[in-house]
Each structure stands twice: as structure tokens, then as C-alpha cells.
């Protein structure tokens, strides 16, 4: 049972690329989220899911896509990178009552 | 102002102390309460999961939430080397928007 998986765990990237984040999860969980963790700053929502076909944004989405055609996958799209979005990229993946399941992480530099 | 505050350390204790770690909030809607613990480089996992106001042990670990004074607090007991990590706060009014506090390093020595 994995959990919550994210590809890649690096990646670099040059300013203006674009790129997913990928994330699975096997536990049938309805809510995903994606967040971001910067130093000194916890970790701060960028878009979440409530459900397949459901998304909303979060405390700092601007610059990020999402979309959730399946249960199990929450991709998040960067449209044109920026070095601001350099930074540790998780998913998690919660049902009520649980408390969320994190992903391992994707270390992202922007250069 | 933040809406999570947490004590932001960094604390040294020795093997055997009692850890307490605390955050205070400003959002009166929030009702649940979580602690997570993260290792360097891993992904934050969750400790423990409270509901509204109250304590709730388990194991070596205590959580407290009092909802009239917006405080939430984690007591460690009989601290363990394997213990030392950063420890998160995180809440929420609707159970899947969490705002987290920006963590407390741990360090248990030896």
C-alpha cells in the first residue's frame, strides 16, 4: 500500500519551462491537495480537490493548474516557471475523519 | 498576522525530557487539530488528529486543544533521540483546507 506517490523527485528547470508534478494515491481518499514549504514559512496550499472534477485554489495558486479527472490522480501543471516557485512541492490525500497523508516530495529549482 | 502562530524554536532537550511544542490561532471556525512530525527531507506524517476541544493520548504523545483561548499544544514524553525532527501544527474548519504553522526543530540529545 504506497500511499501517496509523487514523480519526479527532482527536477530543475529553466525560467519560462513548464512541467507536472505528478501524484497518485491508493486509498480512495476524496480530498487531494498540493502544497508548497518554503523556509521559515510551513507549508501554504496552493489548489485542492474536493472530489473527480472538482478543484479550487488555495492561499498561493497564481502561477499553478490543476485538475482531477480520477479519483487516484491530482496532477499540478507550472504554466511558465519562475524562480519563486523554487521550492518543496507535496501532495496529500485525506478522507473525513483521517488527517492528511503526505507524499514523499518534489524538490523543484528553478534556475 | 499569520493566522497559525507556532513557537518557533529550535529546542534542545535531553533524552528523557518532556517536549511540549505549541501554536495559538486566530480563525474561531477552525475544529479540527492536527500535529505532524517531518524528518529532514521526508514528507510531513501525522502524529495525531483531534476533533474540536479536548486531550487525546497516544502513546508518549498528548494533545491538547482549547478552543476558548485559540491554543493548541504537543507534549512528548520521555523524549527519544528518533524524536528529533520538526513538528507542524495544522488546522482547519472543514477537515481538507489545512493552514499549518511554519514548524518547530526538535532536537533530543543523547
Known amino acids: 500500500n504506497a500511499g501517496v506517490t509523487q514523480t519526479p523527485k527532482f527536477q530543475v528547470l529553466k525560467t519560462g519551462q513548464s512541467m507536472t508534478l505528478q501524484c497518485a494515491q491508493d486509498?480512495?481518499?476524496?480530498?487531494m491537495s498540493w502544497y508548497r514549504q518554503d523556509p521559515g514559512m510551513g507549508l501554504r496550499l496552493i489548489h485542492y480537490?474536493?472530489?473527480?472534477?472538482?478543484?479550487d485554489q488555495g492561499e498561493v495558486p497564481n502561477g499553478y493548474n490543476v485538475s482531477r479527472s480520477t479519483t487516484e490522480d491530482f496532477p499540478l501543471r507550472l504554466l511558465s516557471a519562475a524562480p519563486s516557485q523554487t521550492s518543496v512541492y507535496f501532495c496529500?490525500?485525506?478522507?473525513?475523519?483521517?488527517?492528511?497523508?503526505f507524499g514523499s516530495g518534489t524538490r523543484l529549482t528553478v534556475v | 498576522q499569520k493566522e497559525v502562530e507556532q513557537d518557533p524554536g529550535p529546542l534542545s532537550v535531553p533524552e528523557g525530557a518532556i517536549v511540549s511544542l505549541n501554536c495559538t490561532y486566530s480563525?474561531?471556525?477552525?475544529?479540527?487539530f492536527m500535529w505532524y512530525r517531518q524528518y529532514s527531507r521526508k514528507g510531513p506524517e501525522l502524529l495525531m488528529y483531534?476533533?474540536?476541544?479536548g486531550n487525546k493520548e497516544d502513546g508518549r504523545f498528548t494533545a491538547q486543544v482549547d478552543k476558548s483561548s485559540k491554543y493548541i499544544s504537543l507534549f512528548i514524553r520521555d523524549s527519544q533521540p528518533s524524536d528529533s525532527a520538526t513538528y507542524l501544527c495544522?488546522?482547519?474548519?472543514?477537515?481538507?483546507?489545512?493552514?499549518f504553522g511554519a514548524g518547530t526543530t526538535v532536537t533530543v540529545r543523547a
Open positions: 480563525n474561531s471556525a477552525f475544529q479540527y
Open positions: 495544522a488546522m482547519s474548519a472543514d477537515d481538507y483546507k489545512l493552514s
Open positions: 486509498m480512495n481518499h476524496e480530498y
Open positions: 480537490s474536493v472530489g473527480a472534477g472538482i478543484t
Open positions: 483531534t476533533y474540536s476541544s
Open positions: 496529500a490525500a485525506t478522507g473525513e475523519g483521517y488527517g492528511y497523508t
